[in-house]
Structure formats: C-alpha cells, structure tokens
C-alpha cells in the first residue's frame, strides 16, 4: 500500500510539473512569463516577431502540440508578460543564455525547440552557443537572414502591393532597416499589409485580437530587435554544422520571409516541407503543419 501511494503522488507530481504558469528570474534579474503544458518530449516556442509573444501560438495551435509535446510557452524578455532587461540588453548571448536558464530550472536535460519567424535567428544563436541542448529545431516559416529576405521578398512584395517601384536593396539609399519601417507604415496606412502575410484579410485581426487580450502587453524588444546588427548576420552558412535534425517549413505564399528563402539551408539532417500557405500556418494551414510536424517525428523518431 505504501508502494502504491508513492506511485500516485510521483504521478500527481509529474501531470502537475506539466501544467504550470510560472516565473522565471534570470540570473540578471529579468522576470520571465513562462507557461508549461502538455506531454511529451519537451519543447520551447521561440516566438518572432520581433516581439510577438506565446500566447496567439497557444491559442491556435496549443491543443495539437500539447497532445504530442511538454511545451514551453515563453513571452522574451521586453515582450508580451515578461519583464524588462533594465541595462536594456537584448544581445543575443543575452536572448539565448534566458533559454538554457529555464531549461535548467525546468530540468530537461535537452529539448526540442520551434521557431516561427524571426524566431528562426534565436535558434541559430542558441544552437551555437549551446549545440547540446537542443535535440532537434523545428523551423516554420522562418529567416535565417533578414536581409535576403528583406530585399528578396519582403521589399519587392511591399512595393508591388503599394503600386510602387523598387529596385533593389543594392541601389537603395535608405538603409534596410529604415526601408522596411518605411514599407511597414505604408502598408498599414492602406490597409495592405495582411496580404504580406495571410490569405485572408479576415485573419490578420483574429491575430490582432490575441495582443490586445494581453493588458499592459511589453513591446520593449520588439523596439530594439531590428536595430541590433547581431541579429543581421547570415545564419545560413551556419547551417550545414548543426547536427542536429530540422523541419524546415514554408510557404509557397509567405511573403514576409520569401518562399525561396529555403535555398541555401544545409542542415546534415534536413527536412524541407512547402506548403501552400502564408506566414501564419498555425491559422489558415493547421492540417498541412500538423502532417509535416508528425512526419518529423517519425522520421527522427524524437
């Protein structure tokens, strides 16, 4: 009877280890939202953005992942329920160390991580500075280089929505970064710029309704992100060192990234999966992502 009463409590105790809201202080004292669901091989969200928090990830496709994986619903420092870095340091030694940090507070020995977007370049950070920890990255609609995808897609996209003429970056004066606020203002200002990313228009405000479902939402990364050259570096060459397996997903129609952007992605353990979608899969491709996700598992058999 004792036995079996030890039994029960270490299974109450391990459903409940998967079922938690908590906080996480990093060792420079940023306080970090973090939310614990599901079952499984343990898994990370590493939002894009920069700047787009957790919480539109698990209201769209929380119920699929948390039927196959122990996910870690983080909000990055400056974003979303996180706290701040007051000295303002959002490096990307600084980004990836908040990762490795709740991993071990958590007590995984290594997960899987998956990254959507800009979400893409932290997990080329981590995987660098900490090759061991992730056991497999999942990649969906993601850059590994701004500034391909900036003056590949983004740009000449932009300037065919707005009925204007682009160049190309080569021949720009304004710099990318400039250029792409300079793009993002005026897409907003027509009511333009959901057709960057979704296939219907109807979408980008049930995507809009998730941040404002959040009060007092932090935008302090996502103001800094883009004026950080770290995060301009090209991670593609990266690539063919990790180790590690990848779902590398895309999308025929995803204009923030580039559906070409695959190209030159030489991950030793590689799986390329297009689809027929925009940016946002977990909204208007769940069925197609839900099958590149299981075929992943399978074939790694993670």
């Known amino acids: 009877m004792k036995n079996l009463f030890l039994l029960f409590a270490l299974l109450l105790i391990s459903y409940s280890a998967q ?35 957790s919480y539109w990830f698990e209201e769209f496709f929380g119920e699929f992942m948390e039927e196959h994986f122990t996910v870690v619903y983080l909000d990055q420092r400056g974003v979303g329920r996180s706290g701040s870095a007051k000295d303002g340091n959002y490096s990307m030694d600084r980004m990836v160390q908040d990762f490795e940090e709740i991993r071990e507070q958590l007590g995984f020995e290594s997960w899987l991580t998956l990254g959507h977007s800009f979400g893409g370049i932290l997990q080329m950070g981590y995987a660098e500075r900490f090759p061991k920890a992730q056991k497999g990255m999942l990649m969906i609609n993601c850059t590994l280089d701004i500034t391909q995808t900036c003056c590949e897609s ?98 025929s129609r995803d204009w923030m990234i580039g559906p070409e952007h695959y190209k030159g992605v030489n991950f030793p353990q590689l799986m390329l999966w297009e689809s027929e979608v925009g940016h946002i899969p977990f909204l208007e491709a769940k069925e197609d992502l839900k099958n590149a996700i299981l075929a992943y598992l399978e074939k790694y058999d993670l």
């Open 154 to 251: 983004w740009f000449p996209k932009a300037a065919e929505f707005l009925d204007e003429k682009y160049t190309s970056c080569e021949t720009d004066s304004i710099p990318v970064v400039e250029r792409m606020g300079y793009f993002g203002n005026k897409l907003r200002e027509q009511k333009l710029f959901w057709k960057m990313a979704y296939e219907d228009q109807a979408n980008e405000a049930v995507m809009d309704s998730t941040l404002y479902a959040i009060p007092d939402f932090n935008y302090d990364f996502g103001n800094a992100a883009m004026n950080n050259p770290e995060f301009w570096n090209n991670f593609k060459s990266l690539t063919q060192k990790m180790e590690m397996p990848v779902l590398f997903f895309y999308g």
């Open 19 to 53: 079922s938690e809201e908590i906080k996480v202080t990093t060792t420079d004292d940023v306080e970090l939202y973090v939310k614990v669901e599901g079952k499984g091989t343990p898994l990370l969200y590493i939002h894009g953005g920069p700047g787009s928090g």
